[in-house]
């Protein structure tokens, strides 16, 4: 078994696991998204109505649909599809009517969820670390430990055309000590399955993309995946000897790198 993977199933076996995680994936309390007086009106009307196209164009434009449906985001990308389609429409409307009016209102409301703010809560500890985040100019120079400023896009940028590294998607963070990189992904895995799981294959599979002699990959995940249970993501992780670990360990693991 990889040393850091099993240094984080012990640390996810201690009490205040997730009492440390809380300080670098921080769970903000996120207001909620009011819609104006107008607009309400007008939902309201379309509601009561039975207006199906009309509400249907009102709740697109808001930045929360009520519920969720696979075929909403097309209907936002071109919402000209919404006349085009009566049988969908009727779909989707029968299902905001079974709402009721004041429980599609609070829907239409709610506050942004929280774990899509998680990759931006470990962007934001990363500089707690006490290394400089530096430009890419910077960075390149530096002979300490640094991290790279940037965004997903950007720092897959440099991994590529500077370190040699082929990546299909952005990348969460980029950290140099000396000669040597480290690049990463960050990820907190909230429930079994589903989109979830697929992060894991994602960050293993990034983990195992080619790379230069002084370029080290590693995948930062924290949640349930320490927990072991049958037929969950342990034992992949046991089995597949790479550096996926806790990021209350990337300290530690800098510092040995």
């Known amino acids: 078994m990889n040393t850091w993977t099993k240094k984080s199933i ?14 670098i994936y921080v769970m903000n309390i996120n207001p909620s998204r009011p819609l104006t007086e107008e607009v309400e009106k007008k939902i309201r009307e379309a509601f009561h109505n039975r207006k199906n196209k009309e509400l249907v164009h009102l709740l697109i434009q808001n930045e929360v649909f009520p519920v969720k449906d696979s075929y909403v985001g097309f209907l936002r990308l071109n919402p000209a599809a919404i006349d085009q389609n009566p049988i969908t429409i009727n779909r989707i ?3 905001l009517y079974s ?5 599609l ?6 506050p942004k969820e929280t ?28 002979r300490g430990v640094a991290i790279l400023a940037g965004g997903d896009a950007q720092l897959a940028k440099y991994a590529r055309e500077k370190l040699g590294c082929e990546l ?7 950290l140099k000590k000396g000669k040597n990189h480290i690049i990463g992904e960050a990820k907190f895995l909230t429930t079994p399955g589903g989109e979830q799981d697929r992060g894991f294959d994602d960050a293993s599979n990034f983990i195992k993309g080619k790379l230069r ?9 924290d949640g349930y995946i320490w927990v072991e ?19 209350l360990l990337l300290p530690e693991y800098i510092k040995k790198f």
């Open 10 to 23: 012990e640390l996810a076996r201690k009490p205040g696991y997730l009492d440390a995680l809380g300080a």
């Open 93 to 95: 409307s029968e299902r």
């Open 99 to 103: 709402l009721g009016i004041e429980a």
């Open 105 to 110: 209102l609070k829907e239409a409301t709610r």
């Open 115 to 142: 774990n899509r703010q998680l990759g931006h809560s470990f962007k934001k500890w990363l500089p707690q670390l006490g290394y400089p985040v530096l430009n890419v100019e910077e960075f390149a120079n530096t």
């Open 168 to 174: 299909s998607k952005g990348i969460d963070f980029v």
């Open 213 to 221: 002699p002084n370029v080290k990959r590693i995948a930062v995940l």
């Open 229 to 247: 249970r049958t037929g969950g993501l342990h034992n992949k992780i046991v089995m597949n000897n790479l550096d996926i670990f806790s990021a």
